[in-house]
């Protein structure tokens, strides 16, 4: 039992084995237990280095609720800031993103530099001879770190490192995912593509790893790629080589390397890309940066399609960021990336890719939205208030790395999510 704004919350019997409460998603005693529970005490992305790659470069981001700037200062070096003067509170940054040399408040004055420092404070002869600025600097989380450059922050003083909140298997994915690169590197400079639904910040993380429904919810999205292939894309089919996996932590994936390496249509698009003056380039610089084995691994596999709890989404071409308002409001910014030493032609690839299924013109992010609109609509009927996630809890696997494995259409991900998000619910309670 845990107690949410005076009242009990008992997350047992909210979260089964099989299925969960709507409660879970409507109750704002809930979510603001996971303000604090999840996006106070964890690990939280706030945003990819790629995204400031110069001195004075900046982005607003969200640690939860709180707004934060992440910026780089005249040095090159990257920070995380909140984004409120220490003055009277007001937010002192409200473009998104853009190149300064600090941040002025606009309410009186007050002037801080890249890296949070007060610099200017208009009259300060008026507050004395023992007026210090340096006490003033913006603040900033206790702990901030990165991983291939994806940089994190926790409003917790201890607890897990990033790496230990990475775990072996997520940090797996997402080096498949930068390392298409012949660098090492993704660049997330393409600008943002936003998002808003009438619905709780889970629904995005639940359906970014499910393989259920892609064959239902972009039917029509898939009936065009068979109208121009002459196929129909088989890897969200009921037996399908794909698969879904619980990486621990709450990270989650649908994993298409068994079906990618044994599908003859993914090898022949690789040798014919190889056939092509840039793709022999990008074949070759690969395979010096990586060796052979590597490179054409990486090059089968394509990348990665995952969750990092609570609010990074790493697909296809792609960096999500989950930013919850409400239990019933949530944004979300999709952010194509491209591929660090990578031939233009790869990448121009990779953003029509990306303008084909997410763009606002696109032909599939529309069909999600909609759904988490619907679920919202209908968990508001309250005579049976379960939502089912038993799919492929019969025939569930775990595998040598102790990660939990299901067919592509079972909801092996879901539960493994709702796991962890009982465990840090009720951590809490004993600390």
């Not at 707004?67 to 002192?92: E, M, Q, W």
């Not at 972009?218 to 068979?226: C, D, T």
């Not at 794909?242 to 390496?261: K, P, Q, W």
Request: proline share 4%; with cysteine.
């Amino acid at each position: 039992m845990a107690t949410g704004n005076g009242r009990l919350i008992d997350y047992d019997a909210l979260v089964r084995d099989d299925a969960v409460h709507g409660d879970v998603y409507m109750r704002q005693d809930i979510f603001d237990e996971e303000m604090k529970r999840i996006y106070q005490r964890g690990w939280v992305y706030i945003g990819h280095q790629s995204e400031i790659p110069n001195p004075g470069d900046f982005k607003r981001s969200w640690l939860g609720l709180q707004p934060v700037i992440f910026s780089r200062d005249k040095a090159g070096k990257y920070h995380v800031l909140f984004n409120r003067c220490t003055h009277r509170a007001a937010s002192i940054c409200q473009e998104d993103w853009g190149n300064a040399n600090g941040f002025r408040c606009e309410y009186h004055g007050w002037f801080f530099r890249n890296d949070g420092e007060l610099a200017a404070v208009p009259y300060a002869d008026a507050y004395g001879d023992n007026f210090d600025k340096s006490r003033l600097n913006l603040r900033r989380p206790p702990r901030v770190d990165e991983y291939r450059g994806f940089v994190f922050a926790s409003m917790s003083e201890t607890g897990l490192s990033l790496l230990e909140h990475i775990s072996g298997p997520a940090r797996e994915q997402l080096d498949y995912f930068c390392d298409l690169s012949p660098e090492g590197e993704i660049l997330v400079q393409c600008g943002a593509t936003k998002l808003a639904y009438d619905g709780n910040w889970k629904l995005q993380m639940e359906n970014t790893i499910d393989g259920y429904h892609p064959n239902f919810t972009h039917q029509s999205f898939f009936s065009s790629i068979e109208r121009i292939t002459g196929s129909k894309p088989g890897i969200f089919k009921g037996d399908s080589l794909s698969e879904v996996r619980d990486l621990g932590m709450g990270h989650t994936n649908i994993d298409t390397r068994a079906y990618n390496r044994a599908d003859p249509a993914v090898k022949a698009r690789l040798d014919m890309m190889k056939q092509t003056s840039w793709g022999k380039k990008y074949y070759d610089d690969l395979v010096e940066a990586h060796g052979k084995e590597r490179a054409e691994d990486v090059l089968t596999v394509g990348g990665t399609h995952m969750n990092i709890f609570p609010n990074l989404c790493v697909l296809g071409q792609q960096v999500r960021t989950i930013r919850p308002i409400s239990p019933d409001r949530t944004e979300v910014f999709l952010r194509p990336s491209l591929l660090k030493g990578a031939p233009d032609e790869i990448n121009t690839m990779r953003i029509r890719q990306y303008e084909a299924f997410y763009s606002p013109h696109g032909g599939g992010i529309h069909d999600d939205v909609e759904m988490f609109n619907r679920v919202t609509e209908g968990l508001r009927c309250t005579l049976d208030p379960w939502l089912i996630f038993q799919r492929g809890l019969h025939r569930e696997t775990v595998d040598e790395d102790g990660v939990r494995v299901g067919q592509c259409t079972d909801e092996t991900s879901q539960r493994g999510q709702w796991r962890h998000w009982k465990s840090v619910m009720q951590e809490e309670i004993n600390t």
